[in-house]
């Protein structure tokens, strides 16, 4: 995907590069969205010596199933929404797709990075704070745990605001510590599940 600094839409990814097909295959007719789907001569044949890990992800017809789910606008830009592994069901039925609570979170003060889980049909918020910030900010006459919680309630309730109601996040638990990632630096979410 593709697009020019003068030609891009807020949140998109851009549009299809020229030597690439790209579809979006929906199995919800209820839902705008689906996984999307790539074919051309710069997607991969398949894994290396791995014929059954290649036909799950290769079609019969050469797309490629990316795992990401998202949609396509009237005008060809891209958006994605989530990763198909990660969309968390909500007690209603509805797709809540992590990544973008978590992008709300990580921009948000004293937030250094986070993770929605799923944790008894609610949604939990892990978040690793960045201390840097909050020891600037913080009195020094205030624990540092107890200021840090203050500021996760308040962090709680203005990103709740931004949120559909089934998309909520009913509790923030702080992680002491970076989150264990890949060699990619994507979090390895299963860990903390």
């Known amino acids: 995907c593709y697009a020019g600094y003068k030609d891009f839409r807020v949140g998109s990814v851009g549009r299809k590069i020229n030597f690439c097909e790209v579809k979006i295959e929906q199995t919800d007719p209820d839902c705008e969205h ?29 797309w490629l199933y990316t795992g990401d789910l998202g949609y396509i606008d009237q005008d060809g830009f891209i958006y994605i929404k989530g990763r198909k592994k990660n969309v968390i069901v909500g007690p209603s039925g509805q797709n809540i797709y992590p990544e973008e609570i978590e992008a709300k979170l990580n921009v948000m003060p004293y937030v250094s990075e986070s993770i929605i889980i799923e944790k008894d049909n609610t949604l939990v918020a892990l978040i690793y704070p960045d201390f840097d910030a909050v020891d600037s900010d913080k009195p020094v006459n205030l624990d540092p745990k107890r200021w840090i919680d203050g500021q996760m309630v308040e962090l709680k309730a203005e990103i709740n605001r931004s949120l559909p109601a089934f998309m909520k996040i009913s509790s923030i638990k ?10 990619t630096k994507k979090i390895k979410r299963f860990l903390y599940q």
């Open 34 to 62: 689906g996984e999307i789907l790539v074919k051309g001569d710069n997607v991969m044949v398949g894994y290396y010596k791995n014929k059954e890990a290649s036909n799950e992800v290769i079609s019969p017809d050469k």
């Open 174 to 183: 702080i992680h002491p510590e970076p989150f264990i990632k890949t060699p």
